[in-house]
């Protein structure tokens, strides 16, 4: 018998078409109407609009504090950077009177060669800065414009002045000279405060340090310089020099050419054989000075300053008692002498009981220069045995006669002239203060001179 054969049934067919693929639901849950609409949605203008308006916001936040980061970074440098001007003025400055050549105990002589000290009080204080009587005529209001007027104690002494022959302990100063450069161990050296030449605004004060070099009559005739104008003189070279009257020359000096006041650097004396006065109106080299055209800023020593002043240290002079017990020194604002302890930093003719409490001896004829209180000087002997009539009768004091027939031979009271104070000088105290501009930062260094010896 033969079997049928074999067909397919309509069952398993269907049981075929019917079972189930792996991949069906994949491919069903891939082309599912609903999830294909909601990836096409994307986002709406309202989500959007959160979204940008949160990222600017975060973004506002990050640039704040950068700026703020970055403007204290700039801040902090600018004030490094001034510290770093103020410790290097002032190292120079501490190095200027560690060298100076001369003892601070007049009267000086020629014979000695040993130069000059000199520091000029200018009438301003701590206390009254803005003094109209300052040779310096200082434009407080000018000054940093508002610093000035809201923080009013900020600004300082300002107008002394300091000038004293020095000698290099290490390199030997650099000077200009005719065909370039020149060195000397010596040198007579000028410090002082202009306003800065700012147009309009506020107009800072600049700290100069004028060196003047002291070179030898050799060295003079090698180089070839002179000339007969002083002015034009200072500009060109930084050589200590003088205006000789009977030649109608400059001239060089020597340490010994400048114990004698007359020859110094912004001095002059009216007539021949007079004494010699430091210039301070619109004649001095300190005026028109500072360098000019390409030399100008040779001389800087520090810029934005607010406070250069020097102070003789007295052992009679006494601490003043302020509000709230605070200790003041003289110059301070509020300050009266009091019976505080003695011994204390002064500014010449400023305050009552002491040895510099009144102003230079009027034999010294230095009593009246214009916007100057007051003046200490080495002085120089010279005057009382130089041939010419300063004061009474010619050279009286060494004439080896008793003159004025009173106390001896050439006793004190027959000279001529005298040394603004006759006592030595044992110290002074110089504070330099500077202001940072963009940080409004006050930055103070003080140098003390010890003239002891
Ligand atoms: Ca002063
Ligand atoms: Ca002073
Ligand atoms: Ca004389
Ligand atoms: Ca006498």
Redesign the pocket.
């Known amino acids: 018998m033969l079997c049928p054969p074999f067909t397919p049934t309509r069952r398993s067919g269907q049981a075929a078409s019917n079972s189930p693929s792996p991949q069906t639901p994949t491919r069903a849950g891939l082309t599912t109407p609903s999830r294909a609409r909601s990836a096409r949605r994307g986002i709406t203008l309202i989500e959007m609009m959160v979204s940008i308006t949160l990222t600017l916001i975060i973004m506002g936040t990050v640039m704040t504090v950068f700026v703020m980061i970055t403007g204290a970074v700039a801040d902090n440098r600018a004030v490094m950077e001034t510290v770093d001007r103020l410790k290097s003025a002032t190292s120079r400055l501490q190095a200027d009177l560690q060298g100076r050549t001369c003892s601070t105990l007049p009267w000086n002589r020629i014979e000695s060669a040993s130069g000059f000290f000199l520091y000029a009080?200018?009438?301003?204080?701590d206390a009254t800065p803005d003094s109209q009587q300052?040779w310096l005529q200082i434009p407080k209001d000018e000054i940093y414009g508002d610093l000035a007027r809201q923080e009013n104690r900020v600004l300082g002494?300002?107008?002394?002045i300091l000038m004293m022959t020095v000698r290099s302990r290490e390199a030997p100063f650099v000077g200009r000279g005719p065909n370039g450069p020149i060195e000397s161990n010596l040198a007579e050296v000028v410090w002082f405060v202009r306003p800065a030449e700012v147009d309009g605004g506020s107009k800072p004060l600049t700290l100069y340090r004028r060196v003047l070099l002291i070179i030898g009559e050799d060295q003079w005739k090698r180089l070839g310089v002179g000339g007969s104008s002083r002015r034009e003189f200072f500009e060109r070279y930084d050589i200590s020099a003088r205006f000789d009257k009977s030649s109608g020359q400059m001239v060089a000096n020597t340490l010994a050419d400048l114990t004698m006041p007359e020859n110094r650097f912004a001095h002059d004396s009216q007539k021949e054989g007079g004494v010699g006065i430091l210039q301070t109106g619109a004649d001095s080299p300190m005026r028109p000075f500072p360098l000019s055209g390409e030399r100008y800023g040779e001389d800087v020593m520090l810029t934005n300053v607010i406070g250069f002043?020097?102070k003789a240290f007295d052992p009679w002079a006494s601490f003043g008692t302020g509000a709230d017990d605070v200790a003041l020194v003289p110059g301070d604002f509020e300050y009266s002498a009091g019976g505080g302890a003695r011994g204390v930093y002064v500014?010449l003719n400023s305050v009552a009981g002491g040895d510099y409490s009144g102003g230079p001896r009027p034999e010294s004829t230095l009593s009246s220069i214009p916007g100057i209180?007051s003046i200490y000087d080495t002085w120089s002997f010279h005057y009382e045995h130089d041939g010419y009539t300063q004061r009474g009768s010619r050279d009286r004091g060494t004439d080896l006669l008793d003159s004025d027939g009173s106390s001896g031979v050439d006793d004190g009271s027959e000279r001529e002239t005298c040394a603004p104070y006759l006592r030595p000088l044992r110290g002074i105290q110089v504070s330099v203060r500077v202001y940072e501009p963009d940080s409004r930062q006050v930055q103070q260094i003080t140098v003390v001179g010890n003239f002891m010896p």
Do not use: H, K, N
């Open positions: 009080e200018g009438p301003a204080s300052s002494d300002c107008d002394d002043d020097v500014d209180r």
